[in-house]
């Protein structure tokens, strides 16, 4: 099993940027696909970005693409969520999630989340 712990949330202005990383412990993390989520006041928890066990997929909301890159680095067991041209609308907390495959992370099936980190963008 593992246990995600996010960090790099904070306050940043409408276009810049962020890099949010996800630290897991664990000695299986290589086995397990990654993704973000994020859950804002008053919303439902929404697919962000997902990666498999060896980055040869990935997948992104529409909402996101072209501004945020999900990477992951095994030997470290992180996985990192770049994030660029951050508009109010991402304002949210950020969460981690582990799950056995891609398609389960992305459903938001998960296994293991974390507790999130806070991300807010002011305009």
């Known amino acids: 099993q593992v246990q995600p712990v996010e960090s790099g949330g904070g306050l940043v202005q409408a276009g810049g940027s962020l890099r949010l990383s996800c630290a897991a412990s664990?000695?299986?993390?290589?086995?397990?696909?990654m993704g973000w989520f994020r859950q804002a006041p008053g919303t439902e928890r929404e697919f962000v970005a997902g990666?498999?066990?060896?980055?040869?997929?990935?997948d992104y909301a529409d909402s996101v693409k072209g501004r945020f890159t999900i990477s992951r680095d095994n030997a470290k067991n992180a996985v990192y969520l770049q994030m660029n041209s951050l508009k109010p609308e991402d304002t949210a907390v950020y969460f981690c999630?582990?799950?056995?495959?891609?398609?389960?992370?992305?459903?938001?099936?998960?296994?293991?989340w974390g507790q999130g980190t806070q991300v807010t963008v002011s305009s």
């Open positions: 664990g000695r299986s993390f290589s086995a397990y696909a």
């Open positions: 990666i498999n066990w060896n980055s040869a997929s990935t």
């Open positions: 999630n582990a799950g056995r495959g891609l398609p389960t992370v992305v459903a938001g099936r998960a296994d293991y």
